[in-house]
């Protein structure tokens, strides 16, 4: 019934299992990849037929993580899942990334691979496994995929570099770094990493490239003895418009790519497409749809020769820069006035205004997550919208690239954070990309790093970021610092390198071509770290490090700790407590498990309001000292004053006044009255004895005795009743049955 084959190889301390023929055998492709027990099925299918009239490659990713792999539910109402979390899309990117170059150029047939998490066993991310099986199943299935790649994790403990390492051990190391390939070169790098040196991270980088060597070998092995005939697959006639078009339009172009201003140069380049599409006739008939995109296929080409020439030929760019200088930089700080601190980051013809705001502990992200729930208290989030490019279109939710460039931004920032207990606050920071040309990530992490010192968020370093280009032609190349949107979109690579003075942070890297060799990789980090000085040194012109404090419109947050014991008598029933708390103090309260209380307001009062009511709850009161109480109940015997916190005690009737001694308390007290009361101590049932006589309760301050007064609870030991013989009080005693 099944034809299945197997591979499997020892790697990284773990075993790695790839099969296919058991699982989605309608699939063109189908590999299930197990890497200890997690286990992640990946599937390809791909259309036997261009879409018509498509000049782009229409290959979809979907990863996808099943709750049942980790034998849990799905959050939410409806228990089941939904739309794609944010690790869900970061991985489909992630293993996008590496396999879009390696597909034959021309092949515009629809591509569609799933992957899908079916196990998890807490040990073993599975976004690696995912992209190791959707490499084996793209080279089983018979498209024209030039791989396959690996893929490994990499690692830094105790300064060893590691191997695929355990989900529990990535809290202790320094570096995270996802990297994949082929047998050849790096085609994707993605990391986030402590402070390291830039040859620390090309290390690390070369480390895994040479370590995923035997998922390559097994991949073939695998592919030797299942994989399908490939498809037959003939290039479009790659050159038949393109000799017209360099006759028609290469001095135009040439004009176009001469002028520095992006939409000058935009609409110049968009005249030349006209003017190429106007001029060649394309003749009627079933061929007329394939002409048409091979036309546009030739503007494409020429629009590449011209500018990747001349900048190879002569290290000037389309702007006129070299190969090194960064554009300039303006930095602002403070610019809206109400928000706790915002950055207005310019360079060149892009630009970022970005916002931080600090909240409490109610403000965490709760992330739901195979590995289970947790909080996540520095959010960064980057927006994009149309007129940062001069275009109208849709707005929305955002999409995969909205959320790829804000969690490259975090990796570059997150390293550099101050812990909970040296800062406790909940941090946001929102990028709003107000115009772009080139590395608007880069630009997003440099004004988060100004915003947030704005807030007076103690950060170690401030961090800056640089996109670098590459531009191969043959054996000579050319590393570009700074790379405008042109430069991005027709050249080879897009490395982008952020970090402090004293190391990188954060790295990713995207290859156009089949990959890039340890030279030019050595050549780009070193390019980016005296680029990524300079920018710093621009941005110290606006903000060399922290503000002292938050803002005047932040909250303040205080942290005190309490007895794990009291979190209940804090909270109260059916939290009836906090919430008077939060009423009367006008503060926002957060209690954690480990009995640790935030209490944040704008107001000092506020805070020092609620301080002052949960320590009258958690503290014991001190006897000798006054406190301020209401009276809440009268007896014949005397009146109960609430005074600390929910406490209560006795004022006895003979310490209810040093003028009179009242017949009944209401000759002197009322319910609801406020007076001052001194705690004279507990009597032999604990109970809590209070006095008022003796305090001032104009000024609440105690009323000095004269010399031969008698001791301050002498009227109350003179009238409680006399304990009888054998214990019991004044209660009679029972007799025996």
């Given at each position: 019934?099944?034809?299945?084959?197997?591979?499997?190889?020892?790697?990284?301390?773990?075993?790695?299992?790839?099969?296919?023929?058991?699982?989605?055998?309608?699939?063109?492709?189908?590999?299930?990849?197990?890497?200890?027990?997690?286990?992640?099925?990946?599937?390809?299918?791909?259309?036997?037929?261009?879409?018509?009239?498509?000049?782009?490659?229409?290959?979809?990713?979907?990863?996808?993580?099943?709750?049942?792999?980790a034998?849990?539910?799905?959050?939410?109402?409806?228990?089941?899942?939904?739309?794609?979390?944010?690790?869900?899309?970061?991985?489909?990117?992630?293993?996008?990334?590496?396999?879009?170059?390696?597909?034959?150029?021309?092949?515009?047939?629809?591509?569609?691979?799933?992957?899908?998490?079916?196990?998890?066993?807490?040990?073993?991310?599975?976004?690696?496994?995912?992209?190791?099986?959707?490499?084996?199943?793209?080279?089983?299935?018979?498209?024209?995929?030039?791989?396959?790649?690996?893929?490994?994790?990499?690692?830094?403990?105790?300064?060893?570099?590691?191997?695929?390492?355990?989900?529990?051990?990535?809290?202790?190391?320094?570096?995270?770094?996802?990297?994949?390939?082929?047998?050849d070169a790096?085609?994707?790098?993605?990391?986030?990493?402590?402070?390291?040196?830039?040859?620390?991270?090309?290390?690390?980088?070369?480390?895994?490239?040479?370590?995923?060597?035997?998922?390559?070998?097994?991949?073939?092995?695998?592919?030797?003895?299942?994989?399908?005939?490939?498809?037959?697959?003939?290039?479009?006639?790659?050159?038949k418009?393109?000799?017209?078009?360099?006759?028609?339009?290469?001095?135009?172009?040439?004009?176009?790519?001469?002028?520095?201003?992006?939409?000058?140069?935009?609409?110049?380049?968009?005249?030349?497409?006209?003017?190429?599409?106007?001029?060649?006739?394309?003749?009627?008939?079933?061929?007329?749809?394939?002409?048409?995109?091979?036309?546009?296929?030739?503007?494409?080409?020429?629009?590449?020769?011209?500018?990747?020439?001349?900048?190879?030929?002569?290290?000037?760019?389309?702007?006129?820069?070299?190969?090194?200088?960064v554009?300039?930089?303006?930095?602002?700080?403070?610019?809206?006035?109400?928000?706790?601190?915002?950055?207005?980051?310019?360079?060149?013809?892009?630009?970022?205004?970005?916002?931080?705001?600090?909240?409490t502990?109610?403000?965490?992200?709760?992330?739901?997550?195979?590995?289970?729930?947790?909080?996540?208290?520095?959010?960064?989030?980057?927006?994009?919208?149309?007129?940062?490019?001069?275009?109208?279109?849709?707005?929305?939710?955002?999409?995969?690239?909205?959320?790829?460039?804000g969690?490259?931004?975090?990796r570059?920032?997150?390293?550099?954070?101050?812990?909970?207990?040296?800062?406790?606050?909940?941090i946001?920071?929102?990028?709003?990309?107000?115009?772009s040309?080139?590395?608007?990530?880069?630009?997003?992490?440099?004004?988060?790093?100004?915003?947030?010192?704005?807030?007076?968020?103690?950060?170690?370093?401030?961090?800056?970021?640089?996109?670098?280009?590459?531009?191969?032609?043959?054996?000579?190349?050319?590393?570009?610092?700074d790379?405008?949107?042109?430069?991005?979109?027709?050249?080879?690579?897009?490395?982008?390198?952020?970090?402090?003075?004293?190391?990188?942070?954060?790295?990713?890297?995207?290859?156009?071509?089949?990959?890039?060799?340890e030279?030019?990789?050595?050549?780009?980090?070193?390019?980016?770290?005296?680029?990524?000085?300079?920018?710093?040194?621009?941005?110290?012109?606006?903000?060399?490090?922290?503000?002292d404090?938050?803002?005047?419109?932040?909250?303040?947050?205080?942290?005190?700790?309490?007895?794990?014991?009291?979190?209940?008598?804090?909270?109260?029933?059916?939290?009836?407590?906090?919430?008077?708390?939060?009423?009367?103090?006008?503060?926002?309260?957060?209690?954690?498990?480990?009995?640790?209380?935030?209490?944040?307001?704008?107001?000092?009062?506020?805070i020092?309001?609620?301080?002052?009511?949960?320590?009258?709850?958690?503290?014991?009161?001190?006897?000798?000292?006054?406190?301020?109480?209401?009276?809440?109940?009268?007896?014949?015997?005397?009146?109960?004053?609430?005074?600390?916190?929910?406490?209560?005690?006795?004022?006895?009737?003979?310490?209810?006044?040093?003028?009179?001694?009242?017949?009944h308390?209401?000759?002197?007290?009322?319910?609801?009255?406020?007076?001052?009361?001194?705690?004279l101590?507990?009597?032999?049932?604990?109970?809590?004895?209070?006095?008022?006589?003796?305090?001032?309760?104009?000024?609440?301050?105690?009323?000095?005795?004269?010399?031969?007064?008698?001791?301050?609870?002498?009227?109350?030991?003179?009238?409680?009743?006399?304990?009888?013989?054998?214990?019991?009080?004044?209660?009679?005693?029972?007799?025996?049955?």
């Open positions: 019934m099944f034809d299945i084959h197997r591979v499997e190889i020892e790697w990284g301390g773990r075993k790695l299992k790839l099969e296919t023929g058991h699982m989605a055998r309608q699939a063109d492709g189908s590999v299930l990849a197990q890497y200890g027990d997690t286990s992640v099925l990946a599937t390809v299918v791909y259309a036997r037929n261009p879409k018509p009239g498509i000049d782009f490659f229409p290959l979809t990713v979907n990863y996808q993580e099943k709750t049942y792999a034998g849990k539910f799905p959050g939410g109402y409806f228990k089941r899942e939904g739309r794609p979390t944010e690790k869900e899309t970061l991985v489909s990117r992630l293993i996008d990334r590496p396999i879009r170059p390696l597909f034959v150029e021309g092949f515009r047939n629809e591509v569609q691979v799933v992957v899908t998490v079916i196990s998890f066993d807490n040990e073993n991310d599975p976004d690696m496994v995912g992209m190791i099986a959707a490499s084996a199943a793209l080279t089983i299935s018979g498209v024209p995929f030039l791989g396959p790649i690996g893929a490994a994790r990499v690692g830094m403990i105790d300064g060893q570099m590691v191997l695929n390492p355990l989900c529990d051990e990535m809290a202790k190391t320094k570096l995270d770094l996802v990297i994949a390939g082929t047998q790096v085609m994707m790098v993605e990391s986030e990493a402590h402070e390291l040196p830039e040859m620390q991270m090309l290390e690390a980088v070369m480390f895994g490239h040479k370590h995923f060597q035997p998922v390559i070998n097994a991949i073939l092995k695998l592919a030797d003895a299942a994989a399908k005939e490939p498809f037959d697959f003939k290039p479009p006639e790659k050159d418009f393109y000799a017209q078009a360099k006759a028609l339009i290469e001095d135009d172009l040439r004009t176009a790519f001469s002028i520095p201003e992006k939409q000058k140069r935009n609409d110049m380049v968009g005249a030349a497409k006209a003017k190429l599409m106007s001029s060649i006739q394309i003749s009627e008939g079933d061929t007329a749809a394939a002409d048409k995109q091979l036309l546009g296929g030739a503007f494409k080409q020429l629009e590449m020769d011209v500018m990747r020439g001349t900048v190879v030929k002569t290290g000037r760019r389309i702007d006129g820069r070299d190969l090194k200088t554009r300039p930089i303006l930095s602002e700080v403070g610019i809206l006035p109400r928000t706790h601190g915002s950055a207005l980051f310019t360079r060149g013809e892009t630009q970022a205004l970005v916002v931080a705001t600090l909240g502990g109610d403000d965490e992200q709760y992330i739901d997550g195979l590995e289970g729930t947790r909080k996540e208290r520095f959010l960064l989030h980057y927006n994009f919208p149309p007129y940062s490019v001069g275009e109208t279109g849709r707005m929305g939710s955002p999409g995969r690239r909205e959320i790829g460039h969690k490259l931004a975090w570059a920032v997150h390293p550099l954070l101050p812990s909970a207990e040296e800062f406790p606050y909940s946001r920071v929102v990028s709003e990309i107000t115009e040309n080139g590395s608007s990530s880069m630009a997003s992490v440099c004004g988060a790093s100004l915003a947030m010192m704005d807030a007076g968020v103690p950060m170690k370093r401030p961090v800056a970021g640089i996109a670098m280009g590459l531009i191969k032609e043959g054996n000579d190349f050319a590393v570009l610092s790379i405008l949107g042109d430069e991005d979109h027709l050249g080879d690579m897009d490395f982008k390198v952020a970090g402090t003075s004293a190391g990188v942070t954060s790295l990713q890297m995207d290859i156009k071509i089949t990959g890039i060799t030279e030019i990789m050595r050549i780009a980090l070193n390019q980016a770290h005296e680029g990524r000085l300079h920018i710093l040194g621009e941005m110290s012109k606006a903000l060399t490090g922290a503000r404090s938050v803002g005047e419109f932040a909250p303040r947050i205080e942290t005190i700790k309490i007895p794990v014991d009291k979190i209940r008598e804090v909270i109260g029933s059916g939290g009836s407590v906090i919430r008077d708390i939060v009423a009367q103090s006008g503060a926002k309260v957060d209690i954690e498990d480990d009995g640790t209380v935030q209490i944040a307001s704008a107001n000092k009062e506020s020092e309001k609620a301080l002052s009511m949960i320590r009258a709850i958690t503290s014991e009161p001190e006897v000798g000292l006054i406190y301020k109480g209401k009276v809440v109940k009268l007896m014949e015997f005397g009146a109960f004053v609430n005074f600390f916190g929910a406490k209560d005690g006795l004022v006895h009737v003979s310490q209810l006044s040093s003028t009179i001694r009242p017949n308390p209401n000759e002197v007290v009322k319910e609801g009255q406020e007076v001052w009361v001194k705690l101590g507990f009597d032999d049932r604990g109970k809590v004895r209070l006095s008022m006589k003796i305090v001032d309760q104009a000024t609440g301050k105690e009323i000095p005795r004269a010399e031969g007064d008698p001791p301050e609870d002498e009227g109350m030991r003179r009238d409680r009743p006399p304990r009888r013989e054998g214990g019991g009080g004044d209660r009679p005693r029972r007799r025996d049955r």
